[in-house]
């Protein structure tokens, strides 16, 4: 299942602005309306539910363990953990204004509100992360400060750097070992020796 929430594009500017100073809460509501629906037409199996994200999909992956233990293995990629440190660290920031309505200094509230750090102690599902070490969009120090909190907190983790890339990975043999450590990740956690 791969939805379009709220606040992504290809449904009009109404659709696009729907989850502005609402990040995080609109969309994964979404999501797990879409997975409902899903649910209803397939049969499928509940302890079998993981998520998998990249960049802003990696946000929401990080962001939903938060705030549901429906998903019962994930895979963050490229992934934001902290709108409040992610401000001043990445070179594509001004796009956050017009979503959150004023700049981290002004309104550090609205970004703490949407950010996956503040509810951390949720997270109990078993999750992997990946992310290149020269990632400008969304720094890597995203990816190690949610996956710290979570081995401290005792959460089964891995994170996994790939040198020399950056948001998107371009080297195919990189790719390659993402999707093959996503789909061992899901296999492990999801299969019937899984949680």
Known sequence: ??????????QGERFTRANVKDFG?????????????VERQAPIDPD?????????GGYMTMWALTQTDRFKAAVSGAGLSNWLSY????????????YFGASVYDNPGVYERSSPM???????TPTLIVSGDRDAEVP???????????????VKTE??????????FFRHADQID?????????????????R
């Open 87 to 98: 401000y001043g660290t990445n070179n594509i920031d001004t796009w956050m204004l017009p």
């Open 25 to 37: 809460y609109g969309d994964l509501r979404d999501i797990l309306s879409g997975l409902d629906a």
């Open 140 to 154: 890597i120090s995203q990816s190690y400060e949610y996956w710290n909190a979570l081995r401290r907190r005792g």
């Open 1 to 10: 299942f791969r939805p379009n929430p709220r606040g992504s594009y290809g």
């Open 159 to 168: 994170f996994v750097v790939y040198p020399d890339e950056g948001h998107h």
């Open 48 to 56: 079998r539910v993981g998520i998998f994200g990249w960049s802003y």
């Open 118 to 124: 503040t509810f951390i102690k949720n997270v109990r």
């Open 178 to 194: 993402v999707m093959t450590r996503v789909a061992g990740w899901f296999d492990a956690n999801l299969g019937a020796g899984g």
